[in-house]
C-alpha cells in the first residue's frame, strides 16, 4: 500500500523537494527519449539552478525562457523558481520583435532561449537594458550550457505569496500584459482542478500543449507533481502520430483544444485506435461544439471534461464533473473555492439565465498585471476578475459562454489579439485603415479576416508579406477584403459589428 503524500506546502520548489524525498525512485516525466524519476528531476534542477546563480540570477530576477517542449524545458523552468526567480515563458514561434515587446516588458534580466532567438536579440540588445545574459540553448540538451556548476541543495525561501511567473496575456490594446502568478496561486489552482480529475498516484498524463500557456504548466506539470502522477511529453502535437504515442505512453487524459480533438477524429490510425489507457479528454482554451463532442465521445468511447479559465486565473475556473451531469455546451461547474458570478454593467449580479460578464475570484486569482494599473483597474474590481467574456447560469449551476466583450480572436486555442495587428497594417504606407476580426471556421472555430482601405491600388499578398515579417503565423491575417472605407459609430469610431454579420452571413451559406 502507498503511503500517504505530503498535501501542504508553501511554494512550488518546496513541492518537488518533498516529492524528491518520498518518491524519489518513482517515475516522474519522460519523452521520446528519455525519462527522470522524481529524485533525478529534483537532482537536475539543483544543477540548473547553479549554473543560472553562475550568471547572476537572483531571488526576484525575472528569467525569460524561449524553448519548444520537452524534459529540459521543465529543468530550466523549476531552476527558476528553485532560485526564488520569476518564470516568464515566451513563445518561441513569436517573431524577434514580439519577443523583446515581453522581455522588456518583464524587465528579464536573463533568457535561455533558442540560438535563433539568441541571435535576434543580441541584434536587438539596446531595446533590453534590463538583459544581462543570454542562454543560447544549443543542440538536444538546452539545458546544458547551464550544468557544470555545482547544484544548489536547498531551495530559496519562498514564501506562498511569491511572484513564480509572468505569463503574457493581451489586452484589446494589443499590448502585452504580463499577469503575476504567485506559487500560492498555483499550489491553489492545482488542488482545485486535481480533486476534479480522476486522477491516482503512478497515474499518466499525456502533454501535448505548449509549456508557454498556463494549461501545460498546471495541468500536466504541477497537478501530476502534487498527486505523484507521471508526464509523457509530446515534443509537439501531431495528429499523424498521436494514437500510436498512446499506444506507446499509455496515458489516462491529455489536455486539448478543440482543434485537436477534431484533427484526431481522421488522423490516421484514429479507426484502429488503441485508446484503452485512456479514462478521459480535458478540453479548454475555446468552445467546444456540439457537434465535435459528441462525435468524438461516440467515436473513441471516452468522456470529455470542457473547463474554462484564463491566465488570471492560473488556469481553470470552472469545469464539468467527471461523474454526474455533464450538461454539453457548458463549460461545467465553479472548482471548490472559487465563486463564479454573472454581473452586469453596473458589477451586480444578474438572475439565472440571464447574460452578463463572467467575474470570479478565489485564491488561484492573478496579483495583477505588471506595472498595468490601468489595466488592473479595469480587471480587478472589487475583489472580483473581470473575464471580459460574456456568459450565463443555468437554474443547477452550470456555466455557459455565450460571447466575448473582448475583441479577441481564438483560433485553434490561440488567442489573437486584432489591435495587434491592426496596428502592423497600418505602418504599412499604403493601408489608410484596418479592421481585423474572427472569420468562422470549422476547424479552427475562427481564422484571422483583415478588412483594409487602401491609400491606392495594392496587392493584398503585399500585405501579407508585411506582416509575416512583423507577426507570429498564426496571427498572420488568412483572408483579406479590400473596401473604400470601414463603417464608423457616431462617434467616428470603427465599428466592426456590421463586418463580423457579414462574415457570419457568409458563413451561414
Not at 523537494?17 to 534542477?45: K, L, N, P, S, Y
Not at 540560438?115 to 540553448?137: I, S, Y
Not at 469545469?319 to 455546451?329: A, E, L, Q, S, V
Amino acid at each position: 500500500m502507498y503511503k500517504a503524500l505530503t498535501t501542504d506546502f508553501e511554494s512550488l520548489p518546496e513541492l518537488l523537494r518533498v516529492r524528491a524525498t518520498e518518491i524519489g525512485d518513482e517515475r516522474f516525466v519522460r519523452d521520446a527519449h528519455q525519462e527522470w524519476t522524481f529524485g533525478e528531476f529534483a537532482h537536475r534542477v539543483s544543477e540548473v539552478a547553479a549554473g543560472l546563480r553562475e550568471l547572476g540570477v537572483e531571488q526576484g530576477d525575472v528569467v525569460g525562457v524561449v524553448l519548444p517542449n520537452s524534459p529540459h524545458y521543465l529543468e530550466v523552468w523549476w531552476a527558476i523558481l528553485w532560485l526564488g526567480a520569476t518564470f516568464n515563458p515566451v513563445n518561441p514561434a513569436l517573431t524577434p520583435r514580439e519577443v523583446i515587446n515581453i522581455l522588456a516588458d518583464s524587465e528579464a534580466m536573463c533568457v535561455v532561449c533558442t540560438p535563433e532567438v539568441a541571435a535576434g536579440l543580441e541584434e536587438r540588445r539596446a531595446e533590453l537594458p534590463k538583459l544581462r545574459e543570454v542562454v543560447a540553448a544549443e543542440g538536444s540538451d538546452p539545458a546544458a550550457p547551464l550544468r557544470g556548476h555545482g547544484s544548489v541543495d536547498e531551495p530559496a525561501s519562498i514564501r506562498g505569496g511569491d511572484l513564480a511567473s509572468f505569463v503574457y496575456t493581451s489586452g484589446t490594446t494589443g499590448r502585452p500584459k504580463g499577469a503575476m502568478l504567485g506559487h500560492a496561486n498555483f499550489l491553489a489552482n492545482a488542488w482545485q482542478l486535481g480533486e476534479a480529475l480522476p486522477i491516482s498516484r503512478g497515474d499518466t498524463l499525456g502533454m501535448v500543449l505548449p509549456l508557454f500557456h498556463v494549461n501545460a504548466q498546471l495541468v500536466t506539470t504541477v497537478i501530476p507533481l502534487v498527486l505523484g502522477a507521471q508526464v509523457a511529453m509530446w515534443e509537439r502535437f501531431s495528429a499523424s502520430q498521436f494514437w500510436a504515442d498512446v499506444a506507446r505512453f499509455e496515458p489516462v487524459t491529455f489536455s486539448s483544444v478543440p482543434t485537436m480533438l477534431a484533427a484526431l477524429l481522421h488522423a490516421p490510425g484514429a479507426d484502429e485506435a488503441e485508446s484503452n489507457s485512456l479514462r478521459f479528454v480535458i478540453c479548454g482554451a475555446a468552445p467546444l461544439s456540439p457537434a465535435l463532442f459528441r462525435r468524438f465521445e461516440e467515436k473513441f468511447g471516452l468522456k470529455i471534461m470542457e473547463g474554462y479559465g484564463l491566465t488570471e486565473g492560473t488556469c481553470c475556473t470552472t469545469i464539468n464533473p467527471f461523474t454526474g451531469p455533464r450538461k454539453i455546451g457548458s463549460v461545467g461547474l465553479p472548482t471548490r473555492a472559487q465563486e463564479v458570478a454573472i454581473m452586469d454593467e453596473r458589477n451586480r449580479p444578474v438572475a439565472d439565465g440571464t447574460p452578463g460578464e463572467v467575474c470570479f475570484r478565489g485564491p488561484n486569482m492573478m496579483h495583477g498585471y505588471y506595472n498595468r494599473p490601468d489595466a488592473n483597474a479595469e480587471t480587478l474590481i472589487d475583489g472580483w476578475l473581470h473575464t471580459g467574456d460574456v456568459g450565463y447560469r443555468d437554474e443547477d449551476g452550470y456555466f455557459f459562454l455565450v460571447d466575448r466583450t473582448k475583441d479577441m480572436i481564438i483560433r485553434g486555442g490561440e488567442n489573437i489579439y486584432p489591435r495587434e495587428i491592426e496596428d502592423v497594417l497600418l505602418e504599412h504606407d499604403q493601408v489608410k485603415e484596418a479592421a481585423v476580426i474572427g472569420r468562422p471556421d470549422e476547424v479552427r472555430g475562427e481564422e484571422v479576416h483583415a478588412v483594409v482601405a487602401l491609400v491606392s491600388a495594392t496587392d493584398t499578398a503585399v500585405l501579407e508579406a508585411h506582416c509575416r515579417e512583423r507577426l507570429a503565423a498564426f496571427k498572420v491575417p488568412s483572408s483579406w477584403e479590400v473596401v473604400d472605407e470601414l463603417p464608423k459609430t457616431s462617434t467616428g469610431k470603427i465599428d466592426k459589428k456590421p463586418l463580423r454579420q457579414k462574415l457570419t452571413a457568409a458563413a451561414a451559406t
